[in-house]
Antibody
């Protein structure tokens, strides 16, 4: 069974950093591209970043480019999102999602990030 | 960026009803349109990919159609367990963009 479990969220002050993790199981992680997607409270979903299976291709939303870094460790079956210079508008539930037969074929349950002083 | 306009935002229907939810793209997305179901407190679940392909394990009462800029998710006979929020995703061009969601409840 495919499972994606996010962690690392919490309350952080504006301007500070936070690193999210997503541990994958139930499939060969190194064969799949992965995404981070977020949903701010009361708002719609926003794609954040994508990384290909071998980390050769990386894309970011304009809203996070230069502040967030997506990475992965295939030996540890783990996807990361390093978030710096956090802003209040980054407050959201962050999901990791696999790119399998299609974009977002499996999603984690999400981890909450709250940026507030 | 491609804008996805989803309608309706809210839908109330009875068990057994035929339900349709629509997504309209701001440009042709060449059938690269997925539909998801999200129940309260759960991860989003893929229902339909690339317009009309049913994900493994999804009941056949769910179906998708469309082309160009206009796409539809249909539930042929609404069941109580279908109460959820549904949203679409276009993955024709980056950045991938989502519809705002349709909250479906039982009447």
């Amino acid at each position: 069974e495919v499972q994606l479990v996010e962690s690392g969220g919490g309350l952080v002050q504006p301007g500070r950093s936070l690193k999210l993790s997503c541990v994958a199981s139930g499939f060969t992680f190194s064969n799949y591209g992965m995404n981070w997607i977020r949903q701010a409270p009361g708002k719609g979903l926003e794609w954040v970043a994508y990384i290909s299976s071998g980390s050769s291709y990386i894309y970011y939303a304009e809203t996070v480019k230069g502040r967030f870094t997506i990475s992965r460790d295939n030996a540890k079956n783990t996807l990361y999102l390093q978030m710096t210079s956090l802003r209040s508008e980054d407050t959201a539930l962050y999901y990791c999602a696999r790119r399998g037969i299609t974009e977002g074929d499996y999603w984690g349950q999400g981890v909450m990030v709250t940026v507030s002083s | 960026d491609i804008q996805m306009t989803q309608s309706p935002s809210f839908l109330s229907a009875s068990v057994g009803d035929r339900v349709t939810i629509n997504c309209k793209a701001s440009q042709n997305i060449n059938k690269y349109l997925n539909w998801y179901q999200q129940k309260l407190g759960e991860a989003p679940k893929l229902l339909i990919y690339n317009t009309n392909n049913l994900q493994t394990g999804i009941p056949s009462r769910f179906s998708g159609s469309g082309s160009g800029t206009d796409y539809t998710l249909t539930i042929s006979s609404l069941q109580p367990e279908d109460v959820a929020t549904y949203f679409c995703l276009q993955h024709s061009s980056r950045p991938n963009t989502f519809g705002a969601g349709t909250k479906l409840e039982l009447k």
